[in-house]
């Protein structure tokens, strides 16, 4: 052989060396991607499935919220409701005179000026106390007014039911 062929046959079994080391690299390469890439397809299943839990778990708290708050204000319209008949139950009753509002009136106070007899009789809650019979008009204001606060007692009952179950 001659040098030159020498040198030709060194130059190619280099050449085939380093193809088949790269090819070799290329495979291994190729086997390491793989392989991460299906660890990597494994955590994001993971985490996809920890998230789908998380958002099933957040969609039952909030449909449990809307049930209770739901059936707080059903309650709460079925007090105000209730209120509202009972107030005008009360305005009817002091309108047709089936009912009269009174008041005690002080039998120690000289500085009233009031000589209102005092009433008698087994109707009476407070014997032998001394009352005085309010105007219906002012009936009718009083029972106005005790019907706003019932109001907005129901309604304050209502505001802190509803904090309560958005807190909880």
Known sequence: MTPGQILAAILLAMAISAGGTWQVQEWRLGKTQAEQAGLHQGELAAVSAAAAMQVSAEQGKRLDLEQKLATSDQQHTRELSDAQRDQARLRDRLATTDLRL???????????????????????????????????????????????????????????????????
């Open 102 to 168: 009174s008041v005690l009136l002080d039998a120690t106070d000289s500085a009233s000026g009031c000589n209102v007899p005092a009433a008698s009789g087994a109707v009476s809650v407070v014997h032998a106390a001394r009352r005085a019979q309010l105007d219906p008009a002012h009936a009718q204001r009083i029972v106005a007014i005790t019907d706003a606060g019932d109001q907005g007692l129901i309604a304050l009952r209502a505001c802190q039911a509803y904090v309560r179950a958005v807190l909880r």
